[in-house]
């Protein structure tokens, strides 16, 4: 059986969008990433939605907007994508790497805490949420809560989280800006493309500037308002980070059904637990939310040094038997250049060494049959428990 480790859904509406895209003769940014931001912000519950190119262009624009400067620090997990920290070298600021809680694989409150004492000044920190579900934001141990005292900016990577929720409702609520990822293998896609949602009117404006070349008008106003003036003005050297139609088109039709295939997502997630929880030589993903609010985008366990093969063994145990897998993440403490860079020691992050010596994603996406979840048991059953 040919399982890949993830599968893009496709109905005849994301056709049927994007052909009138194609047959409309205006393929960039225009009516459909304006239908598909103010979709977007309504099932956030916020004022703004801006769509962009990618998460990646997302996390640079909303640094950029809170201010974050040349010489600024920002903390930020470790376990994550090189995306998280590289926004923050685009702006010649230096993250603050921290490790990340034991059983969720999030960062805490206690760990930008410990970061402050440790480096002082610290103007803003980028929490990603991890696997699916959210960093804990609100509370005690809240880390929206400790930046609004601190005076710290929030900037929330939710590239995994969508649609998520948490106590004060969902992902992207709250906090100063979040960005979402629309890449082909997540939860929603546009193929490649993001969004920036956030409740500052001050901030959306500024990335809704920046995102094309600092112009300080729409392009599709220009080109399709009766008696429109041609003119426009540069205010700010920009970027080129907007979202074309065709993504667009895509994203529209993904969301109508982005519930669907959350249940659909959590189906696999639970049929792997109930399967999987008598070996004892894996660690499964531990939820700090309900159920229904995650997003389960991945589905990571870990192989214990008890296990009878290592991670990369099994890896290629699956991949023998035609099952895709992946590993989230190598650390950014060793990555080459951030290693060298910042002097970086792996003994500075104990819990995020335990976890990615061990940490493979095992395939789940909508569509999914039972057949095939089983047939993934089998084989890590075959490998870790004969």
């Not at 304006?34 to 640094?63: I, M, P």
């Not at 929206?144 to 989280?161: F, N, P, R, S, T």
């Not at 792997?272 to 589905?299: E, G, K, N, T």
Request: one cysteine or more; aromatic letters at 10%; charged letters at 20%.
């Amino acid at each position: 059986m040919k399982i890949p480790f993830f599968k893009f859904e496709c109905s005849q509406a994301e056709i049927d969008q994007v052909t009138s895209v194609l047959e409309s003769g205006w393929l960039t940014t225009a009516k459909k990433a304006s239908e598909l931001e103010a979709a977007f912000k309504q099932r956030c519950h916020t004022d703004h939605a801006l769509a962009v190119n990618s998460c990646t262009a997302g996390l640079h624009l909303a640094l950029e907007a809170i201010g974050v400067n040349a010489g600024d620090k920002v903390v930020v997990p470790s376990l994550t994508f090189t995306a998280s920290a590289e926004v923050i070298r685009y702006l010649g600021a230096d993250p603050v790497f921290v490790d990340v809680d034991e059983s969720t694989q999030l960062i805490t409150r206690a760990a930008i805490e410990a970061a402050v004492a440790e480096y002082g000044d610290i103007k803003a920190v980028v929490a990603v949420h991890f696997g699916g579900q959210s960093v804990e934001l609100v509370g005690a141990n809240g880390v929206w809560d400790y930046c609004k005292e601190q005076g710290i900016k929030l900037v929330l990577d939710a590239a995994h989280a969508f649609p998520a929720f948490d106590s004060y409702g969902p992902v992207g609520s709250v906090g100063d800006v979040t960005c979402f990822s629309f890449y082909a293998n997540k939860t929603m896609t546009t193929g490649e493309g993001g969004m920036v949602v956030t409740n500052d009117e001050a901030i959306a404006a500024r990335i809704k500037t920046m995102r094309l070349h600092g112009i300080n008008r729409d392009i599709w106003d220009r080109f399709t308002k009766a008696n429109a003036s041609w003119e426009y003005d540069v205010v700010a050297p920009g970027f080129k980070y907007n979202m074309p139609d065709v993504n667009a088109a895509i994203g529209l039709a993904q969301l109508e059904r982005v519930d669907l295939f959350r249940e659909q997502r959590q189906a696999c997630a639970e049929y792997y637990l109930a399967q999987l929880s008598d070996i004892d030589c894996i660690q499964l993903p531990q939820a700090r939310v309900p159920m229904a609010h995650h997003s389960w985008h991945l589905f990571p366990i870990v192989v214990k040094p008890t296990a009878p093969i290592n991670r990369d063994q099994l890896i290629s145990a699956l991949n023998e038997s035609g099952v895709g897998t992946s590993v989230h993440y190598k650390p950014l403490h060793r990555m080459t250049y951030y290693k060298e860079k910042y002097q970086l020691d792996p003994a500075s992050f104990p819990v995020t060494e335990r976890y990615w010596q061990g940490c493979l994603s095992l395939p789940i996406y909508p569509g999914m049959t039972t057949e095939q979840l089983a047939y993934v048991v089998q084989v890590i059953r075959a490998n870790l428990k004969p």
